[in-house]
């Protein structure tokens, strides 16, 4: 079915199409503040692409505290990050349909002599000094998970920055091996069997345990700060067997998630080290020491983070083309893992800088990573890092959701995260929330063609049961933007049309379209658009 809506003959004349599955390279529009236009946009239900598997965020690492210690406000934290209900005219969260749960590494039993100096980024394990497994620890992120699976999230990654303390050859969460494993060669099974066991317990408690994914951005030499350690595509290789068949003596249907890789480039070419690099050829190719495609818990899937490939427009989609071609070649499914707006290699023609710019700036900046991750790599999953931070140095909102005030304050090491304070949601939270909220699991990405630029761009998204299309549009611009849309291959057209609108003062506004009314979207906005068909 093909439907003209608000179709203007000059138009027509005048555009040049540029779609999602044809990336260009649009030059920005100049603009007249305070004037509006009008933008021609085709949504074709008949071509299809990716199917979503869910938007996500992760646990690390304040929830742990939050959830045991700031009583007086966990509920409505939890509310704002995985709540679907809408109320009042304005959704009360942003409905992640994934939560990914750091599988800690003890460092935070160890207390100082963990050699991490922040307190926040010291975290718990299941597992005893006797190597037995005590379910009442990681009280913090058990509220969490909890809240989670209360509040409808379907999907959750169990994800690990370092094996348990107990295994590791300097008794630590970080390593001192620089780029090869710091787990000791005689505990991979003991490794694996501890992620199979925390699974097993989860699953039988009710829980959607998913995915576990058991290492970390291997190709960084996590020598302190944090929890992490180095790997070897081989030593991920063995683990991930030893895993499977853990897994699999545990009769559980819960996959493996490999990759996390520190950027995307490490999936698919040589890269500072040949044994850390490569990644989908080194997994994925038949024959070689480190291919894993063969095992039953490996589900044809690969990981990466969106950093440092983000810097400007063009340079991001050249390398999210190069993933997709890439997954494309060996027949995997891409995730995006994590992202947050680190480093200082923006452009500056592109991105107004930190010190100039606003909460709502840097959510912007991460809706075109999200846009370019989704239409040109093709991620069928998209996941932000930390959920909830305390906001140190001037960092805004680049690495949080929700802003975190400690009752007694903000100091360099987090010490005094234990005592409840305030917080605050932030545009980050609520520009995801455009996605999450509204492109559900099983929610296929159909063929959106405009004209993009840097300041313009957008993606639709139909429903499994055909019922519904939902389109995400930013729109950076000083203009408000009237859609002339072109409906091809809907089953039937709208019988009522809602946006939900996020701006520097508005939090995913509700707005009904009046019949015959065209769909506007605001100036300096994200906006989602929600089709009920008939």
Known sequence: MKFKHYLFSSLLLAFTACSDDTPGSPEPEPEQPGTSVEKLVTINAGRTYQTIAGFGASDCWTPSYV???????????????????????????????????????????????????????????????????????CEGQRYFLNRAKELGCESIVLFSNTPPVQYTYNGKGFSNRGGVSNLKTEHYNDFAAYMADVAEHYITEGYPVTHISPVNEPQYNWDGGQEGSGWTNDEVATLARELDQALTERNLTTDILLGESGDWEYLYKTKDDANRSNVLSAFFTPGTSSYVGNLSHVKGLICGHSYWTDGTWDGMRSVRRQVAQAAQKYNIDVWQSEWSMLGDNYSNTEFIGYDNATEMDIAFYMSKVIHNDLTVAGVSSWSYWTSMDVARWGHKNRFLLISLVPGGGIDDNNANIEQEGTFQPTATLWVLGNYSRFIRPGYQRINMTLTESLNFFGSAWIAPQKDKIVAVFTNMSNKNVRLSEIHEGWSNEATSITTYTTTSNKNLTETTISGGESVTLEAESVTTVVYNLK
């Open 67 to 137: 959830g045991k210690y700031w009583t007086g406000s966990r509920d409505k934290i939890t509310e704002l990050l995985f709540s679907s209900e809408i109320q009042a005219g304005s959704p009360k969260g942003i409905g992640l349909s994934m939560w990914r749960v750091n599988l800690g590494g003890g460092s935070a039993g160890q207390g100082d002599a963990s050699g991490i100096t922040d307190k926040s980024r010291r975290a718990e394990s299941y597992l005893t000094d006797n190597l037995e497994l005590d379910w009442t620890r």
